[in-house]
Antibody, heavy 119, light 109 residues
Framework: QIHLVESGGGVVQPGRSLRLSCVASGFTFSSYTLHWVRQAPGKGLEWVALISYDGSNKYYGDSVKGRFTISRDNSRNTLYLRMSSLRFEDTAVYYC????????????WGQGALLTVSS | QSALTQPASVSGSPGQSITISCTGTSSDVGGYTYVTWYQQHPGKAPRFMIYDVNKRPLGVSNRFSGSKSGNTATLTISGLQAEDEADYYCTSYTSSSTWVFGGGTKLTV
C-alpha cells in the first residue's frame, strides 16, 4: 500500500526558514517524480514544485521560485522542501504527492503538514 | 502562471448529471492532453479521479468522465450521489514544464 507522510510543519516567524520532509513507502521511490502542493486555509490547491526521479530536474511555481528548494534522498525514500524567507501568505497545508499519473501528474497524496507563518 | 478558471459552485439532485468546466489557455489546457481532476472532501487529501483528460484510475466509478475542447476541459458526473458532494479541482501541465490548478468548484448534491 502506498503511503506518503509529511512532517516538519509548525509555526514560524516571517523571514525565517523551515524544512518539510515526506517519507514514502509502498512503491519504488527512486522511479518517480514527486510534487509539493499547498492549500492555504479555506482556499484552493496551489502547485509548488516538482523534482524528477533522479533529482536532476526541478521546477517551481512562480510564488515560491527563488525562496523554496525541493530535494530528495532516494536512499532514505524521503522528499524535502526547504522554505526560506517565509511570508504570511505561505501559511498552508503542504502536501507531498507521487507523480505516477499521466506525464507524472500527482496521483497518491500524503495527508499534509500545516505550516503557519506568524509573528 | 495564472490559475485555470472553474465555476465556484455547481449543484444537482441525486441521480442527475452535472458538468464542471476548467478553462485555460493554449499554453496549458489547450496545448496538452494532460488535464487531471481531483476530488477533495473537507479535511482530506485530494483524490485522483481523472487523468490525461478522460482516463479513470482503477477504483474510480465510471460515473466520472472527462473531456476537452480547445482550451476548456470538462468533468462530468452522472447519477449524482450524496457522497459526490465535495470540492473538485482541475490541473494541467503547462508549456513551462510546471503544473497549474484551477480555483476549485464546490459541488452540492
Amino acid at each position: 500500500q502506498i503511503h506518503l507522510v509529511e512532517s516538519g510543519g509548525g509555526v514560524v516567524q516571517p523571514g525565517r526558514s523551515l524544512r518539510l520532509s515526506c517519507v514514502a513507502s509502498g512503491f519504488t521511490f527512486s522511479s518517480y517524480t514527486l510534487h509539493w502542493v499547498r492549500q492555504a486555509p479555506g482556499k484552493g490547491l496551489e502547485w509548488v514544485a516538482l523534482i524528477s526521479y533522479d533529482g536532476s530536474n526541478k521546477y517551481y511555481g512562480d510564488s515560491v521560485k527563488g525562496r523554496f528548494t525541493i530535494s530528495r534522498d532516494n536512499s532514505r525514500n524521503t522528499l524535502y522542501l526547504r522554505m526560506s524567507s517565509l511570508r504570511f501568505e505561505d501559511t498552508a497545508v503542504y502536501y507531498c504527492a507521487r507523480g505516477g499519473g499521466g506525464n507524472q501528474v500527482a496521483d497518491y497524496w500524503g495527508q499534509g503538514a500545516l505550516l503557519t507563518v506568524s509573528s | 502562471q495564472s490559475a485555470l478558471t472553474q465555476p465556484a459552485s455547481v449543484s444537482g439532485s441525486p441521480g442527475q448529471s452535472i458538468t464542471i468546466s476548467c478553462t485555460g489557455t493554449s499554453s496549458d489546457v489547450g496545448g496538452y492532453t494532460y488535464v487531471t481532476w481531483y476530488q477533495q472532501h473537507p479535511g482530506k487529501a485530494p483524490r485522483f479521479m481523472i487523468y490525461d483528460v478522460n482516463k479513470r484510475p482503477l477504483g474510480v466509478s465510471n460515473r466520472f468522465s472527462g473531456s476537452k475542447s480547445g482550451n476548456t476541459a470538462t468533468l462530468t458526473i452522472s447519477g449524482l450521489q450524496a457522497e459526490d458532494e465535495a470540492d473538485y479541482y482541475c490541473t494541467s501541465y503547462t508549456s513551462s514544464s510546471t503544473w497549474v490548478f484551477g480555483g476549485g468548484t464546490k459541488l452540492t448534491v
